[in-house]
Antibody, heavy 116, light 110 residues
């Protein structure tokens, strides 16, 4: 059974960098699929942030591209998100997902609040 | 970018009723690469339907998806209490990679 678990600070100060990691269990990232980050501001809808393949190829939402970096560490079977120069508008629940076009499974999500 | 518009925004229905949710795309979705998700409060979304009409593993058969091109629907044949949630559609047919979600439809108890 494939499971994903997000981890990282729950509070980030404005202008700083948000950093999250997603550990995958039950499946080797090196075996295939794409791996994606999605976020959901409180009370709002879902937004695709970006996607990485195990080879390291990345795709980013154009609206976030200048601030986002997604990387993969196959030795640890995990992938990571960095979002720099954050503002209050980046406050959201961040999800990592396995990407087969459709998204399944999802991590439980982690709330990141941007505030001083 | 393909924009997905879901309607209605909110639907008030009673258990046992049949409901149909709509998802309209601003341009044709390649190969009907459209998925539906259910999200309950405090939980991550759950994949219900992929490829416009294929139920994911373990999804009850009261959920069905249909449509092609720019118009897609999710039908719940007989609403049960656990079905009251927010439903999102998502397209994954665009190239280069730029997958998008609809804004969601909330099913609430009448």
């Amino acid at each position: 059974q494939v499971q994903l678990q997000e981890s990282g600070p729950g509070l980030v100060e404005p202008s700083e960098t948000l950093s999250l990691t997603c550990v995958v269990s039950g499946y080797s990232i090196s075996s295939g699929f794409y791996w994606t980050w999605i976020r959901q501001p409180p009370g709002k809808g879902l937004e695709w942030i970006g996607t990485i393949y195990h080879s390291g190829s990345t795709y980013y939402n154009p609206s976030l591209k200048s601030r986002v970096t997604i990387s993969v560490d196959t030795s640890k079977n995990q992938f990571s998100l960095k979002l720099n120069s954050v503002t209050a508008a980046d406050t959201a629940v961040y999800y990592c997902v396995r990407d087969r076009g459709s998204y399944d499974p999802w991590g439980q999500g982690t709330l990141v609040t941007v505030s001083s | 970018e393909i924009v997905l518009t879901q309607s209605p925004g909110t639907l008030s229905v009673s258990p046992g009723e049949r409901v149909t949710l709509s998802c309209r795309a601003s341009q044709s979705v390649r190969s009907n690469y459209l998925a539906w998700y259910q999200q309950k409060p405090g939980q991550a979304p759950r994949l219900l339907i992929y490829g416009a009409s294929s139920r994911d593993t373990g999804i009850p058969d009261r959920f069905s998806g249909s449509g092609s091109g720019t118009d897609f629907t999710l039908t719940i044949s007989r609403l049960e209490s656990e079905d009251f949630a927010v439903y999102y559609c998502q397209q994954y047919g665009s190239s280069p990679y730029m997958y998008t979600f609809g804004q969601g439809t909330k099913l609430e108890i009448k």
